[in-house]
């Protein structure tokens, strides 16, 4: 049972607004990754993060930054919400460094920006 | 660079019936291939994996076999039931790639809608 958090699920904030989604894993995997999935339920890779101090863009350009403090914890964040941003953002670990190995995912924070 | 294509639904059957999803993928490398299911209103969840060719995957009833001389993960199962509607996402891992970002390349989903 793979044990990745994220918080809020839900969130409906409006235009302008800063906002910070977060994920938080307890499994101690090196490897983090935020996909944005859209209403047509495509995924995209928009951050990852080797490990800490590490952090990368993904293939889909992203206003979004992201952090790596810690190893546990992976946080997202918007400085000045679009409704272009309305959308499920996913957050996923895997252990090691191989393409191997699975990747386990976060339940999804959906977020609306009015 | 990497791409997966895989069939568009939605995918309607009925209980007990045959399920083939189709998955081709597009790789420079020598990918991993993943399929994964997401339940409404959750995160995905891995349903099976193959890492080289001619391998299969298999779980819960499902299975999919590494075809690399069609570059394809058709993801299969024998008699389907009304608690495997979901959407479906093929799936690779590339890094052996050489460039490009890390991570996994979904294809677009297929919504799944298996009624009694």
Known sequence: EADIYQTPRYLVIGTGKKITLECSQTMGHDKMYWYQQDPGMELHLIHYSYGVNSTEKGDLSSEST???????????????????????????STPGRYGTDTQYFGPGTRLTVL | GNSVTQMEGPVTLSE?????????????????????????????QLLLKATKADDKGSNKGFEATYRKETTSFHLEKGSVQVSDSAVYFCALSDPWSGGGADGLTFGKGTHLIIQP
């Open chain 2, 16 to 44: 007990e019936a045959f399920l083939t999803i189709n998955c081709t993928y597009t790789a420079t490398g020598y990918p991993s291939l993943f399929w994964y299911v997401q339940y409404p209103g959750e995160g995905l």
């Open chain 1, 66 to 92: 992201v952090s790596r403090i810690r190893t546990e914890h992976f946080p997202l964040t918007l400085e000045s919400a679009r409704p272009s941003h309305t959308s499920q953002y996913l957050c996923a």
